[in-house]
């Protein structure tokens, strides 16, 4: 008698049904960021300043978050497919209140790094510096010395936020020489420094700011992770197991509850849409929400910004800039000034 031989197919249907073979799912949390560390001041700190020797400038801008609009404008990257179309996209408003120079430091290069040998200060300060910063009549001029920076402070008694206390802000200047680059910082001093006279439309813009802070939360918010079945014995927003028996400790690697957000964060190559002093085409009806109405020159960013309202921010050279990016001014068809009370 011929005998007929069927293949065995039911441990492959128990393998696809997630019998034996557990499916695999990526990290529930990010790791690009760690350790999750709250800043420890609001003004971010800018440890690196892009080099560029083909002029004298500053590298670098303070700036107060107003708040979010809407605008209207006609692409003109030659690598999208909406060029020479119109397109909506969601704008960050920043009020830049012109800086003042406070001082000017010099720097020397030693087998530990930049230290600073000498600091020149301007002879006319404003007197609400005194709350933030110690200020000298001191002219310490080194005979050598390989980098020069401009320590800046901010006029916020020029918003409407309320504030007096300026941030004070080290800035880069952009040069190969060190004479030059003393030459240019003290043309600077005891004079206005506008956000004009840095970037201009149609650049990007690298944004240091610290991010809202939440509180403490929960394993679900904090890290993403999927609720647990109703079926689970104990928690459902939580995770399953901290970890394994061996080795006896937790992972720091594993997703906990804990104080989440108010971290220094930096986005890079954001775009400016438009710098302007014309304050009726950006002010909204009856002002912008947790901030007011806006008195000095402003930059539209294109999408978000990094932090709270009111929350001051810096701006700053590109460091990563993509190589085939051309600059073009963008043409700004429209931009919303309807109030945003009870959206």
């Given at each position: 008698?011929?005998?007929?031989?069927?293949?065995?197919?039911?441990?492959?249907?128990?393998?696809?049904?997630?019998?034996?073979?557990?499916s695999?799912h990526p990290?529930?949390?990010?790791?690009?960021?760690w350790?999750?560390?709250?800043?420890?001041r609001?003004?971010a700190?800018?440890?690196?300043?892009?080099k560029?020797?083909?002029?004298?400038?500053?590298?670098?801008?303070?700036?107060?978050?107003?708040g979010?609009?809407h605008?209207?404008?006609?692409?003109?990257n030659n690598?999208?497919k909406?060029k020479g179309?119109e397109?909506?996209t969601a704008?960050t408003?920043?009020?830049?209140?012109?800086l003042k120079a406070?001082?000017?430091?010099?720097?020397?290069n030693?087998n530990?790094g930049l230290?600073?040998?000498?600091?020149y200060f301007?002879t006319k300060?404003?007197?609400?510096?005194?709350r933030k910063a110690r200020v000298s009549?001191?002219q310490?001029?080194?005979?050598?010395f390989?980098d020069?920076r401009l320590?800046?402070?901010?006029q916020?008694?020029?918003t409407g936020?309320?504030k007096?206390t300026?941030?004070v802000?080290e800035l880069?200047i952009s040069?190969?020489?060190a004479?030059?680059?003393?030459e240019?910082?003290?043309?600077?001093l005891d004079?206005e420094?506008?956000?004009?006279?840095?970037?201009h439309?149609g650049q990007?813009?690298?944004?240091?700011?610290?991010?809202?802070?939440k509180?403490?939360?929960g394993t679900?918010?904090r890290?993403?992770?999927?609720?647990?079945s109703?079926k689970?014995?104990?928690?459902?927003?939580?995770?399953g197991?901290?970890?394994?028996?061996?080795?006896?400790?937790v992972?720091?690697?594993?997703?906990q509850p804990?104080?989440?957000?108010?971290?220094q964060r930096t986005?890079?190559n954001?775009?400016?849409?438009k710098?302007?002093d014309?304050?009726?085409?950006?002010?909204q009806?009856?002002?912008f929400?947790?901030y007011?109405?806006?008195k000095?020159?402003y930059l539209?960013?294109?999408?978000?910004?990094?932090?709270?309202?009111n929350?001051q921010v810096v701006l700053?050279?590109?460091?990563?800039?993509?190589?085939k990016?051309?600059?073009?001014?963008?043409?700004?068809?429209?931009?919303?000034t309807r109030?945003k009370?009870?959206r």
């Open positions: 008698m011929l005998e007929l031989k069927v293949p065995r197919v039911y441990n492959i249907i128990r393998v696809k049904m997630g019998g034996s073979n557990r695999h990290h529930r949390g990010s790791m690009q960021f350790p999750r560390k709250r800043a420890t609001v003004l700190r800018v440890r690196n300043w892009v560029k020797n083909d002029e004298l400038k500053l590298l670098g801008f303070v700036g107060y978050k107003v979010m609009t605008a209207s404008y006609k692409e003109q690598f999208s909406l179309k397109r909506s704008v408003v920043i009020e830049c209140p012109p406070l001082s000017i430091r010099f720097y020397k030693t530990e230290k600073v040998v000498g600091e301007a300060v404003d007197k609400e510096v005194k009549k001191k310490d001029v080194p005979t050598e390989d020069v320590l800046v402070y901010s916020p008694k020029l936020t309320g007096k300026p941030d802000l880069g040069g190969a020489d004479q030059a680059k003393l240019f910082a003290k043309n600077l004079k420094i506008k956000v004009s006279d840095i970037f439309e990007l813009i690298d944004i240091h700011g610290v991010t809202k802070g509180g403490f939360q679900v918010k890290y993403g992770v999927k609720r647990r109703h689970s014995e104990k928690t459902i927003r939580g995770i197991t901290l970890g394994s028996w061996t080795p006896k400790r992972e720091y690697t594993v997703a804990g104080k989440m957000g108010f971290h986005e890079y954001k775009l400016c849409l710098i302007s014309k304050h009726k085409e950006i002010n009806d009856g002002g929400l947790h007011g109405v806006i000095n020159d539209l960013i294109k999408g978000s910004v990094t932090g709270s309202a929350r700053s050279e590109p460091m990563r800039k993509p190589i990016f051309k600059e073009n001014k963008p043409e700004l068809t429209y931009i919303s109030s009370q009870g």
